[in-house]
């Protein structure tokens, strides 16, 4: 069965330090992966996915993910935390169209 | 105007109530799905629907239904809604192998 998982209920981090949100996948076949950022009261807005090609994703408001097919990984992170960056993140994974997601990890920046 | 809109946002109803929820894009996708968000476990999937006539259960389908009334109308109905079933949910749509963009979610409470 397809799982992704998102091993920390909650990270924090001090502003202008970098900051890692960890994501594991089994999916079958080529995995497609996404990163989504929800603020409170609002939906899911997409940050940035792996398909194919380069290992190292960038994505909107300065984020990035490090797709690592032997660790089964697909990390977001971002060189330097801002406070508006607390939200609460989603890891996706699937193929086919069939996405399932992470249970979601808070990140809380401190300033 | 929001390209995935969600009627209504928030809804309290009773136990054995019938509920709809409504969903329309403009975004032109033909894939659309429906999510339930229960804090902790992050989205679970309830039906999808790749385009007009195909329509597809979830993880969690029991209990709920869905109609897909033209390209950009998916809606989700629970036919005798009990108290478990107060969570917040997500409609969203995609391009084939894309990333998922949503409304922002109707709330539900069921008494």
């Known amino acids: 069965a397809q799982s992704v998982a998102q091993p920390e209920d909650q990270v924090n981090v001090a502003e202008g330090n970098p900051l890692t949100v960890k994501c594991t996948y089994s999916?079958?076949?080529?995995?497609?992966l996404f990163w989504y950022v929800q603020y409170p009261n609002r939906g899911l807005q997409f940050l940035l996915k792996?398909?194919?090609?380069?290992?190292l994703v960038k994505g909107s408001y300065g984020f990035e993910a490090e797709f690592n097919k032997s660790q089964t990984s697909f990390h977001l992170k971002k060189p330097s935390a801002l406070v508006s960056d607390s939200a609460l993140y989603f890891c996706?994974?699937?193929?086919?169209?069939?996405?399932?997601f992470g249970t979601g990890t808070r990140l809380k920046v401190l300033a | 105007d929001a390209d995935v809109t969600q009627t209504p946002r928030n809804r309290i109803t009773k136990t054995g109530k019938r509920i709809m929820l409504e969903c329309s894009q403009t975004k032109g996708h033909d894939r659309m799905y429906w999510y339930r968000q229960d804090p902790g476990l992050g989205l679970r999937l309830i039906y999808y629907?790749?385009?007009?006539?195909?329509?597809n259960k979830g993880e969690i389908s029991d209990g709920y239904s869905v109609s897909r009334q033209a390209q950009a109308k998916f809606s989700l109905s629970l036919e005798s809604a009990i108290p478990n079933q107060t969570a917040l949910y997500f409609c969203?749509?995609?391009?084939?192998?894309?990333?998922?963009?949503f409304g922002e979610g109707s709330r539900l409470t069921v008494l």
């Open positions: 996706a994974g699937g193929g086919l169209n069939k996405y399932i």
């Open positions: 969203a749509t995609s391009r084939d192998g894309g990333e998922l963009f």
């Open positions: 629907s790749f385009d007009v006539k195909d329509i």
């Open positions: 792996y398909i194919t090609g380069d290992n």
């Open positions: 999916v079958s076949g080529n995995p497609y």
